[in-house]
């Protein structure tokens, strides 16, 4: 079985301002809660988030490399 793998955008609008993450998951429902509950990465807690932007990649490294291209492209993140 092929396991399937995420790059994904969450979004958190508090204070008039959106921020937003993009990171790579496994199980993406999994991660939301995580992020949602304050286990996530560290610069996600104490926000409630949303998911804005998901896209299924086949591989780990093809997801990681996607990550970090969104990661460095700062006009796509400020959408």
Do not use: C, P
Request: aromatic fraction near 14%; charged fraction near 35%; glycine fraction near 6%.
């Amino acid at each position: 079985m092929l396991e399937k793998f995420f790059v994904y955008m969450i979004a958190n609008s508090s204070n008039k301002k959106i921020i937003t993450y993009v990171g790579w998951t496994n199980n993406l429902k999994k991660r939301l809660q995580l992020h949602n509950s304050g286990k996530g990465a560290k610069f996600t807690r104490g926000r409630k988030w949303i998911l804005i932007f998901k896209k299924k990649m086949l591989s780990k490294k093809n997801a990681m490399q996607f990550e970090y291209k969104l990661k460095k492209d700062r006009k796509f993140e400020k959408t």
